[in-house]
């Protein structure tokens, strides 16, 4: 969550906003192992975001680099984000 909510970029010039993910686990659906269904997930990843609690997450366009364990995306906004497949 980044604040102070509703701070709005210019469209136009938008900000970059960078996660690192290279202390989660490699097992993304937490059954014990490392299969390829992990990678499939890894390969979905994407930055979400939402306005509100109340209000349902949104998928923003996404560079996924998972190599280097880090996914960047261009936000207009201050607000809540999260990775998530």
């Known amino acids: 969550r980044f604040s102070p909510s ?3 970029f210019d ?3 938008p900000a970059d906003i960078k996660f690192n993910f290279l202390e989660t686990d490699d097992d993304l659906d937490d059954d014990g192992a ?3 269904a992990d990678s499939t997930f ?3 990843l994407a ?3 939402r306005e509100n ?3 349902p997450w949104f998928k923003q366009t996404s ?3 998972t190599e280097l364990h880090e996914i960047e995306a261009e936000i207009t906004g201050f ?3 999260i990775i998530a497949w």
């Open 11 to 13: 469209p136009l010039d």
């Open 42 to 44: 890894t390969s979905m």
């Open 34 to 36: 490392i299969t390829p």
């Open 79 to 81: 607000t809540e984000y």
């Open 47 to 49: 930055i979400w975001k």
């Open 63 to 65: 560079i996924l680099s």
């Open 53 to 55: 609690a109340n209000e």
């Open 6 to 8: 509703g701070l709005q």
